[in-house]
């Protein structure tokens, strides 16, 4: 770890509950929206935003399901790079599998400008 950053590294999120259970079978574009909100709360959980995500890898299991889902990422998480995967995710219930690195910057007096 750098002392001027910090680095969240989030790692196949999908659309599911706290239990783990699988929200919104077979429904795009729900499951990639709340994929985003799993996205952006456990973010926020760690004092990032959207606006810290470096890149978006967006696994979808159907190719024509691609587009749409850049679209709502890229609405989502305007500025972040979005790079789609046509891929079996994790589960066979999921459409789509969203990962990617945030940084932030740690504000520490004495240390190089971030």
Known sequence: MRRDRVQ???GGTASIDPEGGILNPGD???QPDRTLENIAALLDRTGASPGNMGLLIACVRDPADAEPARHLVQTR???A???MVIAAVCR???LIEIEGPATIPAGRPG???F
Do not use: A, S
């Open 8 to 10: 969240v590294i989030l």
């Open 81 to 83: 790079p979005v790079q």
């Open 28 to 30: 795009m574009p729900r």
């Open 92 to 94: 066979p219930g999921w």
């Open 77 to 79: 998480f305007p500025g």
């Open 111 to 113: 240390l190089p400008q």
